[in-house]
């Protein structure tokens, strides 16, 4: 059975660039044949299997992500991590740019290469946006514009130069992240273990779904890695292997063609009642329910 929901690669077309591109946004109606429009549908559910930052310089409307709708503005970056479905649907003129690139671009040379765990909003965190003030916003938009400098004029060492720019421009957007997060819930944490336990979850939350799994996995007791994800996001470990397991049941409700009984399987569950209940209690949703509901919305 098929799944609905189109995912795109980047484009291979430099060699020297390989893993990077840089769109202006689908709505920018300016005709810049150096940087054209991303060429891939952005209006409706789609997802990648790289990551996108998209910046948006002056805009209106909404960005819908893994069934969480975020109001875009101007002045605002927006991250998108591999596998996430998300839309953008805007109101009238837009202008900005998308920052396409791969993991391996951007481990790529890199002595650590767990370069993702210091940016917790591209490992398809529930916050993934800042909207710093204007002032603030222009240190953003300056290091675009040597991404952009660099992208137009490719020598053998362009590849490092972006990748370090697109490094600050990261480290900088943490900044504003940081600040954004602790003034919402006063809570975030940079405990390698906490993000190393989100990465291994995004790994086996198929077939893990037990704290002690990964705290084994961790090296850890589940005692400390409750007490770590506790401090790191506010939930316990339990939780936010639901939620992972939740969100991927809402993906294939509704971006695929399995029954019930073959999605429960998929995630793990030998009894289809069970996960209906769990599905039920997460969510306030019967499955089948959920799968009618948001059907009828993207047909709208």
Not at 4 to 15: A, G, R, S, T
Not at 133 to 138: D, G, K, L, R, Y
Not at 206 to 223: E, M
Not at 268 to 282: D, V
């Amino acid at each position: 059975m098929g799944d609905k929901i189109p995912l795109y690669n980047i484009p291979k077309e430099n060699v020297t660039l390989s893993g990077f591109k840089l769109y202006t946004l689908k709505n920018d109606k300016r005709h810049n044949p150096l940087f054209p429009n991303m060429p891939l549908q952005t209006n409706v559910p789609h997802r990648h299997n790289f990551h996108e930052i998209c910046i948006f310089l002056e805009a209106e409307g909404y960005h819908e992500i893994d069934f969480k709708r975020f109001r875009v503005c101007n002045n605002s970056v927006h991250f998108i991590s591999p596998g996430q479905v998300h839309l953008i649907s805007m109101k009238g003129r837009c202008q900005g740019y998308i920052l396409a690139f791969t993991r391996e671009f951007l481990e790529m040379g890199a002595g650590n290469k767990e370069t993702l765990v210091k940016f917790p909003y591209l490992n398809g965190g529930g916050h993934p946006f800042v909207n710093p003030p204007a002032n603030q916003f222009e240190h953003l938009v300056e290091i675009l514009k040597q991404i952009k400098s660099e992208y137009l004029n490719i020598q053998e060492e362009s590849q490092e130069i972006i990748r370090h720019y697109l490094d600050i421009f990261l480290l900088k957007s943490k900044s504003f992240y940081r600040s954004e997060t602790n003034h919402e819930t006063g809570k975030y944490d940079q405990t390698d273990a906490y993000h190393n336990f989100r990465s291994l979850l995004e790994l086996h939350f198929r077939t893990k779904q037990k704290v002690q799994d990964y705290a084994g996995l961790l090296g850890i007791s589940p005692i400390q890695l409750n007490r770590l994800v506790k401090k790191g996001c506010g939930l316990n470990a339990s939780e936010l292997i639901l939620d992972r397991i939740t969100l991927e049941a809402k993906r294939l409700l509704v971006f695929s063609d399995l029954n019930n009984k073959e999605i429960a399987y998929q995630l793990g569950y030998k009894e289809p009642s069970y996960f209906s209940r769990i599905f039920k209690k997460r969510t306030n949703y019967a499955p089948s329910d959920f799968r009618d509901e948001m059907y009828e919305k993207y047909q709208h």
